[in-house]
């Protein structure tokens, strides 16, 4: 299958400092990416979806100047978490697809993030 | 708007025994596909299993099997002969065609006993 490559899979960074992980399609070009956010024994919730060559869609109640979103090519989306705070502490895994609407959704590995 | 529904918080299963883990869902799109994911503690997302809502039979992948009951609105997960690796979350997802967006259910956690 499809590899998908999410870097860093762990980051601890300090408040009020920004954040950046990378989303990478390997082996095929993904036209649509999509962020996630999972705080511990919850669910995934989305939080955008990253079009690649066009702005973000951002989910409600997600603050779109907080989290960042470039997909920049057809292989990378990077997510931004700028002036992080604790609470943006959490697990956040990003995934892409071949094309739009495909039948599968290929999931990175991850990133834990702690914001002391 | 879609929402996706599993009851269940957490199971216990025998080992070699089959376990259920049930998904109901919900969505005014008739064209929509449902997901299995497995979610060990590495918190990687593990595709197991896929049912489009056009398919009139119910998907198989091995070892794991979905009971798709349209009417009903539900598509629950069948493990058959657990193994103790099953052991994990498993979270349940749809999308509806119109959106492309997967949306996850609250999950399941599975405990496989030796």
């Not at chain 2, 009903?72 to 002969?81: E, G, Q, T, W």
Request: aromatic share 12%.
């Amino acid at each position: 299958g499809a590899v998908v490559s999410q870097h860093p899979s762990r980051v601890i960074c300090k408040s009020g400092t920004s954040v950046k992980i990378e989303c990478r399609s390997l082996d095929f070009q993904a036209t649509t990416m999509f962020w996630y956010r999972q705080f511990p024994k919850q669910s995934l919730m989305l939080m955008a979806t990253s079009n690649e060559g066009s702005k973000a869609t951002y989910e409600q109640g997600v603050e779109k100047d907080k989290f960042l979103i470039n997909h920049a090519s057809l292989t990378l989306s990077t997510l931004t978490v700028t002036s992080a705070h604790p609470e943006d502490s959490s697990f956040y895994i990003c995934s892409a697809s071949l094309v739009a609407g495909s039948l599968e959704a290929f999931f990175g590995q991850g990133t834990r993030l702690t914001v002391v | 708007a879609q929402k996706i529904t599993q009851t269940q918080p957490g199971m216990f299963v025998q080992e070699k025994e089959a376990v259920t883990l049930d998904c109901t869902y919900d969505t005014s799109d008739p064209s929509y596909g449902l997901f299995w994911y497995k979610q060990p503690s590495s918190g990687e997302m593990i595709f197991l299993i896929y049912q489009g809502s056009y398919d009139q039979q119910n998907a198989t992948e091995g070892r794991y099997s979905l009971n798709f009951q349209k009417a009903r609105k539900s598509a629950n997960l069948v493990i058959s002969a657990s193994q103790l690796g099953d052991s994990a979350m498993y979270f349940c997802a749809m999308r509806e065609d119109s959106s492309y967006k997967l949306i996850f259910g609250s999950g399941t956690r599975l405990l496989v006993r030796p």
